[in-house]
């Protein structure tokens, strides 16, 4: 579907009377805690999607999506009134995945989570395989075994006397 600025415009005023018209026209008694989402008009004017949540189980779902079906002459008619178009868009009620895939999201980031304290866990527990510092420095006793000025393999100058 096309985002033309007049199909947006179109868009706004259909979810705002469809979202009007659940909350003070429509009482069915299988319409639950409905939100409208989105809707998406074509660039002709001619169909409207509108995307909705439903708060609750499977049951009320279900309920919700015949509500919306059984009521969509009346609230096509009500669209036809308040947009003002020529011809009154048809009505698609499509049942929003947003709660689906944020839950499915949250999963894989708690799971994410539990691996990441399991390694946190190994980490803090872990030793060095060899020693803690496996590195030689200059300050450490490799200094003891230099040779000191006067003995042989040094750089400087020897004097003998």
Known sequence: MVDHPRARKVADR????????????????????VTITDVRVTGDLQHASVFY?????TEAREGT???????????????GKQVGTRLTPTLEFIADAIPETAQ??????????????????LAAAAQYAG???????????????????????????????
Do not use: C, N, W
Not at 65 to 79: D, F
Not at 108 to 121: I, K, N, T
């Open 14 to 33: 259909i979810h705002e009377t469809v979202a009007r018209m659940l909350d003070t026209r429509i009482k069915d008694p299988r319409l639950g805690f």
């Open 53 to 57: 949540t439903v708060l609750g189980d």
């Open 65 to 79: 999506a015949a509500a919306l079906e059984s009521a969509k002459g009346v609230i096509r008619s009500e669209v």
């Open 104 to 121: 499915h999201l949250e999963d894989a980031l708690r799971q994410a989570a539990a691996r990441d304290a399991e390694v946190a866990a």
């Open 131 to 161: 020693e803690a510092d496996p590195y030689k420095r200059a300050d450490d006793d490799d200094l003891d075994d230099a040779p000191t000025q006067g003995e042989a393999g040094t750089a400087g100058p020897t004097v003998r006397g």
